[in-house]
């Protein structure tokens, strides 16, 4: 069955850049995502990322995906304490037919620290 | 409206109660998704509406969980004889037509807590 798995836990240093990694199984994943949970808050997509890229950039978020690998991460340039949330992995599995509900890591919980 | 929206915000209950949860999807979005987070976990997919089509209810955890949907608007989640274990935030999203490429926007969710 599909599986998403993160490392539950990332602290780093203000201005610094952030690296949160993902591994997935479902080879036929189509699209990939992040998603940013704030305290209290609904999730936030972030960005996604199609199967048929390597990269994507968005501002100062970089998406990396090694299919090889199945492994996607999520880059944050120049961190802010406002950027510390939980970051959560996202796949649509193409084995999910008609349906099109998310699978998620169980998160990552970023805290930016002064 | 302007987003998804879900009530109660929060919701206490005794064990063996029901409870009902609602979810307003963005006006116009055909598709409509009901997840439960549990604590310090991801989110589990539980049921998908798609316009008129037959529910997909794959992810119900139990015959105590059920959802209806009104058309293509409002949908409530009721949860009957309700469980310590069904303790969790309950999310709600919506997508334009259900496509793979589409965003699923989500709702604040309602936390439930069964005493």
């Known amino acids: 069955g599909e599986d998403v798995e993160q490392s539950l836990f990332l602290s780093v240093r203000e201005g610094d850049s952030s690296v949160i990694n993902c591994t997935y199984t479902?080879?036929?994943?189509?699209?990939l995502y992040w998603y940013k949970q704030e305290p209290g808050a609904g999730l936030q997509l972030l960005t996604y990322?199609?199967?048929?890229?390597d990269m994507k950039q968005d501002q100062r978020l970089t998406v990396l995906l090694n299919k090889k690998d199945k492994h996607l991460s999520l880059r944050i340039a120049d961190t802010q304490t406002g950027d510390s949330a939980i970051y959560f992995c996202?796949?649509?599995?193409?084995?999910?037919?008609?349906?099109?509900?998310?699978?998620f890591g169980s998160g990552t919980q970023l805290t930016v620290l002064p | 409206g302007a987003g998804v929206s879900q009530s109660p915000s929060n919701k206490v209950t005794e064990k063996g109660k029901d409870v009902e949860l609602r979810c307003d999807p963005i006006?116009?979005?055909?598709?409509l998704y009901w997840y439960r987070q549990r604590l310090g976990q991801g989110l589990e997919f539980l049921i998908y509406?798609?316009?008129?089509?037959?529910?997909?209810k794959s992810g119900l955890p139990s015959d105590r969980f059920s959802a209806e949907r009104t058309g293509e608007s409002v949908s409530t989640l009721t949860i009957q004889r309700t469980q310590q274990e069904d303790s969790a935030v309950y999310l709600c999203?919506?997508?334009?037509?259900?496509?793979?490429?589409?965003?699923?926007?989500f709702g604040p969710g309602t936390r439930l807590l069964v005493l």
């Open positions: 990322i199609f199967s048929n890229m």
């Open positions: 996202a796949e649509i599995p193409f084995s999910s037919g008609s349906a099109r509900q998310l699978t």
């Open positions: 999203a919506s997508s334009l037509a259900g496509g793979f490429a589409e965003t699923q926007y």
């Open positions: 509406f798609q316009g008129n089509s037959a529910p997909d």
């Open positions: 006006s116009g979005h055909t598709a």
């Open positions: 479902d080879s036929s994943s189509t699209y």
